[in-house]
């Protein structure tokens, strides 16, 4: 489940947010409004509908309904949403946001020593599924930074910080980068956070867990030699097994032979 309670953000309508709590949060047209959604009331039916759960945040298109896209792409049933996201539904643009903007960075400090844990996904667009490893910090946009498409001047830069986080610091022509939904100049990034560069450029901050560490073999208690023995000796058996029952066959072929002379 989201750190924090996720909200439904609608840019250029009148809508106000609407808060996604646990469980299924279901929408449908609106009827004080030509274009308009709302929570569908008990018993009514669905057009799409949010689940926020232990999973994490879910978003089920209903049978029949047509046009739903998410980050610019068709939906037509299933799709696991992460903060950040936008969703066209009913020809209404819905922002999937945290329920308030990111506080700015303060006293943040470089990271020195090892490279960073988290890493950039891509998420949509032609960068999906691209990786981007943090060894140290990351120019966005420019010449020699990561590219951004259809953009050319440096955005800003991302730098790993002591505490395992990242430092996201933009330029004034950064306009249209989005974190978690909210514009964004100054803030301090963790993972699971959406970062939207340019229309068709995000990515998300991810920070992959530590292998697992292999289980100890279990001590063989005073008496069960068997548990240690029993796999070896099986493979150690079975060729002895065999070398005698083909001898048994050559001793049964002689005697048989010899006997009828």
Not at 158 to 184: F, H, I, K, M, Y
Request: glycine share 14%; charged share 20%.
């Amino acid at each position: 489940m989201p750190a924090h309670q996720p909200v439904l953000r609608f840019p250029g309508h009148e809508h106000p947010d609407l808060p996604l709590r646990p469980g299924i949060n279901g929408l449908c047209r609106d009827p004080d409004f030509d274009r308009g959604l709302v929570i569908t009331p008990g018993g009514a039916s669905s057009l799409v509908e949010f689940c926020v759960d232990a999973r994490g945040l879910w978003l089920h298109v209903a049978e029949g309904v047509r046009g739903v896209h998410l980050n610019g792409r068709p939906l037509q049933r299933l799709a696991h949403l992460h903060v950040g996201d936008t969703i066209h539904c009913e020809g209404i643009e819905l922002q999937l946001a945290d329920p308030a903007p990111r506080a700015t960075a303060i006293n943040a400090r470089p990271q020195a020593g090892e490279p960073s844990r988290l890493l950039l996904r891509g998420h949509g667009g032609s960068v999906h599924g691209q990786s981007v490893a943090l060894n140290g910090p990351l120019q966005l946009g420019g010449e020699w930074g990561l590219r951004v498409e259809g953009v050319h001047e440096r955005l800003g830069e991302l730098q790993p910080l002591d505490d395992g986080t990242l430092r996201l610091s933009l330029e004034a022509a950064a306009t249209e980068c989005r974190l978690n939904g909210w514009p964004v100049t100054d803030a301090v990034l963790q993972g699971g956070d959406q970062l939207l560069l340019a229309p068709g450029c995000r990515y998300l901050v991810e920070s992959p867990g530590d292998e697992p560490v292999p289980a100890a073999a279990p001590k063989s208690r005073a008496g069960d030699t068997s548990a240690t023995t029993a796999g070896p000796g099986r493979k150690l058996r079975v060729p002895w097994m065999l070398l005698a029952a083909v001898a048994s066959a050559l001793m049964l072929a002689g005697l048989l032979w010899f006997g009828v002379r």
